[in-house]
Nanobody, 125 residues
Framework: QVQLVESGGGLVQAGGSLILSCAAS????????MGWFRQAPGNERDLVAA???????NYSDSVKGRFTISRDNPKNTVSLQMNSLPPEYTAVYYC???????????????????WGQGTQVTVSS
């Protein structure tokens, strides 16, 4: 497994932007597909964006056009640029890692075997 630490959460006004970052350590970062999840109170943890080892991406319909996931393999980081944030995006955001083949974008939550502690994002109206 790889150790993951998220940062960049906080309070933002509706319509604003945030960039979340996730730093990985312990294993070879480039061997893992990565994903960003969010979990609001009372809701399940849902995948919002994923990126393969090769840089292919996938987004949930709810965030398509607002979020951009990217990775920097030499720096062992994955980021999530979030724009035009509405209040309903308030949640704890988690990054996760999944061992995968080079071009595979992992969309199944149970395939992610390493998780960060989460970072709170609060969007005020």
């Amino acid at each position: 497994q790889v150790q993951l630490v998220e940062s960049g959460g906080g309070l933002v006004q509706a319509g604003g932007s945030l960039i979340l970052s996730c730093a990985a350590s312990g294993r070879t970062f480039s061997d893992y597909a990565m994903g960003w999840f969010r979990q609001a109170p009372g809701n399940e943890r849902d995948l919002v964006a994923a990126i393969s080892r090769s840089g292919h991406t996938n987004y949930s319909d709810s965030v398509k056009g607002r979020f951009t996931i990217s990775r920097d393999n030499p720096k062992n980081t994955v980021s999530l640029q979030m724009n035009s944030l509405p209040p309903e995006y308030t949640a704890v955001y988690y990054c996760a890692a999944a061992p995968a083949s080079y071009t595979v974008v992992v969309l199944t939550t149970t395939l992610y075997d390493s998780w960060g502690q989460g970072t709170q994002v609060t969007v005020s109206s």
